[in-house]
């Protein structure tokens, strides 16, 4: 059974800093992508970031420049490190992992999901 649990959310002030985990069981971490995405109140659910199996990563415009995200293979984990932050990056903020190695922005293309970690950033 694939497992995702995201950590790392929280209350911050506008311009800081926050690192979001995501570690994953029960498949072969190594072989593919891996996506973050986030959920504001009474919106949809928006791609913010994702990493190949190989490292290459793409960004949404909305967080290019502030947000990097990683990935650790040999600890099942991917990292969101959230920098400048801003009163409307506040969302649910979730990992998720595809059925293959290769980017992809829309939800329909991920398999698994964790649950979410809530993040507020405060003006």
């Known amino acids: 059974q694939v497992q995702l649990v995201e950590s790392g959310g929280g209350l911050v002030q506008a311009g800081g800093s926050l690192r979001l985990s995501c570690a994953v069981s029960?498949?072969?971490?190594?072989?593919?992508?891996m996506g973050w995405f986030r959920q504001a109140p009474g919106k949809e659910r928006d791609f913010v970031a994702a990493?190949?199996?190989?490292?290459?990563?793409y960004y949404a415009d909305s967080v290019k420049g502030r947000f990097t995200i990683s990935r650790d293979n040999a600890k099942s984990s991917v990292y969101l490190q959230m920098n400048s932050l801003k009163p409307e990056d506040t969302a649910v903020y979730y990992c998720?992992?595809?059925?293959?190695?290769?980017?992809?922005?829309?939800?329909?293309?991920?398999?698994?999901w964790g649950q979410g970690t809530r993040v507020t950033v405060s003006s």
């Open positions: 998720a992992t595809g059925p293959t190695g290769f980017i992809a922005t829309d939800t329909h293309s991920y398999a698994y």
């Open positions: 029960g498949r072969t971490f190594s072989s593919y992508a």
């Open positions: 990493v190949t199996w190989s490292g290459s990563t």
